[in-house]
């Protein structure tokens, strides 16, 4: 299928063939008829897009600040590399989509096939969509109609914001899509609508809808105009659906305001407030979210999660429906709105001048029949059946920052990429010349060309991937965690003692269970035995190989453990245990592995502290305190309030009159030890040389690179520290 893109590297407005995206079990797929230009927003990225890299710097100041704190901690070329790999991404376009229900999740009862429905999916020949932001269109309502749904729903939350009452003036400033379709609909709500742009088409048509419509230019005076409009009293309400850098508009907001006027911001502009203007008049302003109460809440938006309509009347989707209603009495009119309607593959008679401004909706008409698959062959390749061809599930950021990199420079021969909705997945594809993008996971596990899959994903689909794709008889590199609870890795477990049923004598594993398990393995699929590795990549950096042979094995050690490792907003779903397991089970696990091979001793206790009066709520800043098989210990400090110019990772290493200091990844000391001072690189954690190690065992085969013991304590000590943090005490490791 294609899909529309923008390229914030190089400007491009591309239509993209990309695999057809998975019905989520929450979601359902839709076969777009109609789509919606936002003529501001999609105009503001695409310039962004074409803009050099001073522009886009100047015009996120927020970004620069993140991008030179991370040139302190971790060098200059690694952060130009993150930059360019970060603007290399391609953006889809597109939020206001009407079509037709294809299929529905599992989890879906209220939408079936056939169903006409409008969502905030984008310029795609079909999309996959939550719940909770698709809705049915009335019987009566055309597609081009209905696909101006989300984008009033923006304006309806502004004047939601404003609270007008019937008889109130409210003064509109910028007379564009979203602000024509807000002046109908105050006007239905019987205020008195005053509107300023500055192009003359738009005025014309605000003023047949019947606002009183000015036009901007300097012979104007907007203060001027909305007092003489209202009796010398000034505007009850102002709603900002503009889009310029200039401070000028809010200062005019302001002044034409009454007082204890409201001042809502649904656009873009300059926010340079002179305070007396505000001060005197009690003058409130609000910025206006989108479409409503749910917007970028996980919960709702993802999980399906409704609010009570008792306590939140209107959500994004109840906007939805208000605006769809609106249509259909008659007391909306988007059919005068639209200035032309383009077929999709037409789609550049938009996109290369977006400047001409005489547009107010363009809309974009799709085919009845679009090709549809869910794999997308991006370059003929042949694959040898024993050669170690690899599949990567997940083209996150982790997989587009760290791990293609490292691996376009190995020997890697990649017959798939695998992504939930494909565009990630066929950007890496056509960037890495791997052979076929794919949002079918399933089709890769029976394909007997692959070899192994490496797995990116969200870390809550972990487990159940590693446990289908060894039993497909793969080899398998997870990047950590493993598991997010002990019984996700008890099922790994058994599953893998299917796989290496010599490791079953002697085990704690219950042998009905092994010999149940056996009964669904694939044998006649399996070539080789599958391997587990989890990508615990730090133990291979050249810093920890040195440290490593200095220390030697089997000697007690102290080591101390800094992680400055940075805030995550708590809405990210790392914090979500469900999903991302918390910061500890997530990402410390890096740092419980590196102990247990710096010591070349398993952990056997582990116990764990928190900041703050209910460390339960966080383990962000925690400290764990382990205590191994061999007597040596260990302390993990996990800090989030740190300071982002200060070194990420450092570790201190305590070992028979001797000490190792390692900074960063960047240079370690040493005292006390002969013939060795020192060393100092460019960053290196370790990742390339993992991945060149592991690519050379799928080749020629041999040990696995972390044995799986050692995978499954890791593991397990990640787990435990949730428990001793619940009860203030020391957890054995079992």
């Given at each position: 299928m294609k899909q529309i893109i923008q390229n914030l590297k190089s400007g491009e407005t591309l239509l993209a063939e990309v695999p057809l995206p998975i019905v989520g079990r929450g979601s359902v797929l839709i076969k777009t008829q109609r789509s919606l230009v936002s003529l501001g927003t999609e105009k503001m990225l695409v310039e962004f897009g074409k803009a050099n890299l001073i522009s886009k710097a100047k015009q996120q100041p927020e970004k620069v600040k993140q991008v030179l704190d991370k040139i302190k901690s971790d060098g200059l070329m690694p952060t130009l590399e993150t930059?360019?790999?970060?603007?290399?991404?391609?953006?889809?376009?597109?939020?206001?989509?009407?079509?037709?229900?294809?299929?529905?999740?599992?989890?879906?009862?209220?939408?079936?096939?056939?169903?006409?429905?409008?969502?905030?999916?984008?310029?795609?020949?079909?999309?996959?969509?939550?719940?909770?932001?698709?809705?049915?269109?009335?019987?009566?309502?055309?597609?081009?109609?209905?696909?101006?749904?989300v984008i009033g729903s923006i304006g309806l939350q502004g004047i939601r914001l404003a609270n007008p009452t019937y008889g109130e003036t409210v003064v509109v400033i910028g007379l564009g899509l979203i602000g024509l379709i807000t002046s109908q609909l105050l006007l239905a709500n019987g205020c008195n609508v005053i509107g300023f742009d500055f192009d003359q088409s738009k005025i014309e048509v605000a003023k047949k809808l019947g606002v009183e419509a000015n036009k901007v230019d300097e012979n104007l005076d907007q203060v001027e105009v909305v007092i003489n409009s209202t009796e010398g009293v000034g505007a009850d309400a102002v709603l900002i659906t503009a889009s310029t850098k200039s401070n000028d508009v809010i200062t005019n907001a302001a002044q034409m305001s009454r007082?204890?006027?409201?001042?809502?911001?649904?656009?873009?502009?300059?926010?340079?407030?002179?305070?007396?203007?505000?001060?005197?008049?009690?003058?409130?302003?609000?910025?206006?979210?989108?479409?409503?109460?749910?917007?970028?809440?996980?919960?709702?938006?993802?999980?399906?999660?409704?609010?009570?309509?008792?306590?939140?009347?209107?959500?994004?989707?109840?906007?939805?429906?208000?605006?769809?209603?609106?249509?259909?009495?008659?007391?909306?009119?988007?059919?005068?709105?639209?200035?032309?309607?383009?077929n999709f593959e037409d789609f550049n008679k938009i996109y290369s001048d977006m400047s001409k401004g005489n547009s107010i909706a363009s809309i974009l008409k799709y085919?009845?029949?679009?090709?549809?698959?869910?794999?997308?062959?991006?370059?003929?390749?042949?694959?040898?059946?024993?050669?170690?061809?690899?599949?990567?599930?997940?083209?996150?950021?982790?997989?587009?920052?760290?791990?293609?990199?490292?691996?376009?420079?190995?020997?890697?021969?990649?017959?798939?990429?695998?992504?939930?909705?494909?565009?990630?997945?066929t950007n890496l594809a056509n960037k890495y010349n791997i052979a076929n993008s794919t949002t079918d996971y399933q089709s890769v596990l029976n394909d007997d060309e692959v070899d192994a899959v490496i797995i990116t994903t969200r870390h809550n689909l972990h487990s159940q991937m590693v446990i289908d794709a060894l039993q497909s008889g793969k080899h398998v590199f997870v990047e950590k965690p493993l598991a997010l609870n002990i019984d996700e890795l008890n099922e790994i477990i058994k599953v893998y003692h299917v796989c290496h049923p010599e490791l079953v004598s002697g085990s704690t594993v219950d042998k009905s269970n092994v010999d149940e398990m056996l009964k669904q393995v694939q044998y006649d699929k399996i070539k080789n035995i599958p391997s587990l590795t989890v990508g615990f990549n730090r133990r291979f950096s050249p810093f920890i190989q040195?440290?490593?042979?200095?220390?030697?094995?089997?000697?007690?050690?102290?080591?101390?453990?800094?992680?400055?490792?940075?805030?995550?907003?708590?809405?990210?779903?790392?914090?979500?245990?469900?999903?991302?397991?918390?910061?500890?089970?997530?990402?410390?696990?890096?740092?419980?592995?590196?102990?247990?091979?710096?010591?070349?001793?398993?952990?056997?206790?582990?116990?764990?502290?928190?900041?703050?009066?209910?460390?339960?709520?966080s383990t962000d800043n925690a400290i764990l305190t382990?205590?191994?098989?061999?007597?040596?210990?260990?302390?993990?400090?996990?800090?989030?309030?740190?300071?982002?110019?200060?070194?990420?990772?450092?570790?201190?290493?305590?070992?028979?009159?001797?000490?190792?200091?390692?900074?960063?990844?960047?240079?370690?000391?040493?005292?006390?030890?002969?013939?060795?001072?020192g060393m100092k690189s460019k960053q290196d954690k370790g990742h390339a040389e993992q991945f060149r190690r592991y690519i050379k065992f799928l080749k020629d085969g041999g040990e696995p690179l972390i044995p799986f013991d050692e995978i499954v304590n890791s593991t397990k000590v990640s787990f435990a520290t949730i428990e001793s943090l619940k009860t203030n005490s020391i957890v054995e490791i079992k």
């Open positions: 930059v360019f790999k970060k603007l290399d991404e391609p953006l889809p376009l597109g939020y206001c989509n009407a079509g037709e229900v294809i299929e529905v999740g599992s989890e879906i009862s209220e939408f079936k096939i056939g169903d006409r429905v409008i969502s905030n999916g984008s310029h795609a020949e079909v999309v996959s969509v939550p719940k909770n932001l698709v809705t049915k269109i009335p019987d009566g309502i055309s597609y081009e109609e209905a696909s101006f749904t007082k204890r006027g409201r001042i809502v911001l649904v656009g873009v502009i300059g926010l340079n407030i002179n305070r007396s203007d505000f001060y005197e008049k009690e003058l409130s302003f609000q910025v206006s979210c989108s479409y409503g109460p749910g917007r970028y809440d996980d919960n709702y938006e993802n999980r399906g999660t409704d609010y009570p309509i008792g306590f939140v009347r209107w959500t994004e989707k109840r906007n939805f429906d208000a605006i769809l209603n609106g249509i259909a009495k008659g007391s909306l009119d988007v059919k005068s709105l639209i200035t032309e309607v383009i085919s009845e029949t679009p090709e549809l698959s869910s794999t997308v062959k991006v370059s003929e390749k042949s694959f040898d059946k024993t050669k170690g061809n690899i599949a990567i599930v997940g083209a996150g950021n982790f997989t587009k920052m760290t791990m293609m990199p490292k691996l376009s420079i190995i020997n890697t021969s990649i017959k798939y990429v695998v992504s939930a909705r494909g565009l990630s997945a040195k440290a490593k042979s200095l220390i030697g094995d089997g000697t007690q050690m102290n080591i101390i453990a800094t992680m400055n490792a940075g805030a995550i907003p708590k809405n990210v779903w790392v914090h979500d245990m469900e999903v991302g397991g918390g910061r500890i089970i997530g990402e410390a696990c890096h740092f419980i592995d590196l102990a247990i091979f710096l010591t070349g001793s398993k952990v056997k206790s582990v116990s764990m502290s928190a900041l703050g009066t209910n460390p339960e709520e382990l205590k191994f098989e061999n007597g040596s210990q260990a302390v993990v400090n996990y800090f989030a309030n740190g300071s982002k110019s200060y070194s990420k990772e450092r570790f201190e290493i305590y070992v028979q009159n001797k000490t190792l200091v390692m900074d960063n990844f960047r240079n370690m000391k040493g005292y006390g030890f002969k013939g060795f001072s």
